[in-house]
């Protein structure tokens, strides 16, 4: 499979994009940087702007799947209008490109903890990741009104870490996962697994998955 990687230097993408290598797939690591991490020795870097249409579609084409680990601007700016507009783009980029599979790296605030409550609407969500958090709501909403691409939106767990593959873990949808003793988390390299397994099988279309312990 053919896999172009926005956000390929990132904790996530770099694991995302050493796990596709490690099953034989061929992997385009774009970045603004274009540098290919240590990890990901193989794929093929490659700088470019995922808020850029153009570069996405030029970047996008022949591949089989897009992927983005893109993170929102963490410089205590509120993301959400720049980050919605990079969305934006990535779309018409993708659609541009004439590729049908898009899977997005996206955030645990917008995930359930009740029936009208979602975890970033919690009284002890951490203040310093709220704005990132609503705004990847705001992406998940906009995206699920897309019908013409064959989407897939995976939150990770409320905590995301580098830390141990094991290829043991569970998934969900709509709702956080939590483990027995109460915490939502899942190692980087175990997400990895379950996003490259997604990829691979295509198990879910236009829908958020979630995957933690
Ligand atoms: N529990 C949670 O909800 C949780 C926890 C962690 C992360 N996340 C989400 O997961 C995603 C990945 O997070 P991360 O921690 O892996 O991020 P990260 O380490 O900051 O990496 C972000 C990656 O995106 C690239 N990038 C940023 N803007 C770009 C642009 N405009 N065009 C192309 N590449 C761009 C960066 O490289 P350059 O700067 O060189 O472009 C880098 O490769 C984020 O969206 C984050 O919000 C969610």
């Known amino acids: 499979?053919?896999?172009?990687?926005?956000?390929?230097?990132?904790?996530?993408?770099?694991r995302i994009a050493a796990e596709a290598l490690s099953r034989?797939?061929?992997?385009?690591?774009?970045?603004?940087?274009?540098?290919?991490?240590?990890a990901a020795t193989g794929a093929t870097g490659v700088a470019g702007d995922a808020a850029d249409a153009q570069a996405?579609?030029?970047?996008?084409?022949?591949?089989?799947?897009?992927?983005?680990?893109?993170?929102?601007?963490?410089?205590?700016?509120?993301p959400l209008e720049p980050f919605t507009a990079l969305y934006e783009a990535l779309l018409?980029?993708?659609?541009?490109?004439?590729?049908?599979?898009?899977?997005?790296v996206g955030g645990?605030?917008?995930?359930l903890v009740a029936e009208d409550t979602k975890l970033v609407h919690t009284p002890g969500f951490p203040e310093v990741y709220k704005?990132?958090?609503?705004?990847?709501?705001?992406?998940?909403?906009?995206?699920?009104?897309?019908?013409d691409l064959?989407?897939?939106?995976?939150?990770p767990a409320a905590e995301i870490a580098p830390g141990e593959r094991t290829g043991t873990f569970r998934l969900g949808g709509d709702w956080l996962l939590s483990d027995a003793d109460g915490n939502s988390r899942i190692s980087a390299e175990d997400y990895a697994v379950?996003?490259?397994?997604?990829l691979e099988q295509g198990a879910t279309s236009k829908a958020r998955i979630t995957v933690a312990y």
Do not use: C, Q
Request: hydrophobic fraction near 45%; charge should be negative.
């Open 131 to 147: 704005n990132e958090a609503l705004t990847h709501d705001a992406v998940l909403t906009s995206l699920r009104t897309v019908d």
């Open 108 to 111: 645990a605030g917008s995930l």
């Open 56 to 78: 996405v579609a030029e970047l996008a084409a022949g591949h089989d799947a897009v992927v983005s680990a893109v993170s929102p601007p963490r410089d205590g700016s509120n």
């Open 194 to 198: 379950a996003f490259v397994d997604e």
């Open 92 to 104: 018409k980029g993708v659609r541009a490109a004439g590729v049908e599979r898009l899977a997005v």
């Open 1 to 14: 499979m053919k896999i172009v990687l926005f956000g390929a230097t990132g904790m996530i993408g770099t």
């Open 150 to 155: 064959d989407w897939v939106y995976v939150s």
């Open 24 to 38: 034989g797939h061929e992997v385009t690591a774009v970045s603004r940087s274009g540098r290919v991490p240590e």
